[in-house]
């Protein structure tokens, strides 16, 4: 089973950059991974999703245009680029490891990925 390890998180004003890494371990290239975010007094959200190939990506309506997912197989790490970023992007961000999922709306569920890290904090000051 794979495990995760995040890495990345920091405070950064708002319209800074950010670059969050995910190391995992095991059999990396045949999982769907995923980024999701937990804020202050909210939910766990869906953030962005890619496929084990790394063909296909999807995003939250709050990360289009401003994140980007990327993955490379051989080094057993997922990325996620955070520009432009704002105050309401403050959350522990989680990096997850699936299955292949069939649909675009499968990749939104939390419920399909079973292997979680143990998150990194963004802070963004206004």
């Known amino acids: 089973q794979v495990q995760l390890v995040e890495s990345g998180g920091g405070l950064v004003q708002a319209g800074g950059s950010l670059r969050l890494s995910c190391e995992a371990s095991g059999s990396f290239r045949w999982y769907t991974m995923a980024w999701f975010r937990r804020a202050p007094g909210k939910d766990r959200a869906f953030v962005t999703a890619?496929?084990?190939?790394?063909?296909?990506?999807y995003y939250a309506e709050s990360a289009k245009g401003r994140f980007t997912i990327s993955r490379d197989n051989a080094k057993n790490t997922v990325y996620l680029q955070l520009n432009t970023l704002k105050p309401e992007d403050t959350a522990v961000y989680f990096c997850?490891?699936?299955?292949?999922?069939?649909?675009?709306?499968?990749?939104?569920?939390?419920?399909?990925?079973?292997?979680w890290g143990q998150g990194t904090q963004v802070t963004v000051s206004s």
């Open positions: 997850a490891a699936g299955p292949p999922l069939a649909s675009q709306r499968a990749h939104y569920s939390a419920g399909n990925y079973r292997t």
């Open positions: 890619i496929n084990p190939s790394g063909s296909n990506t």
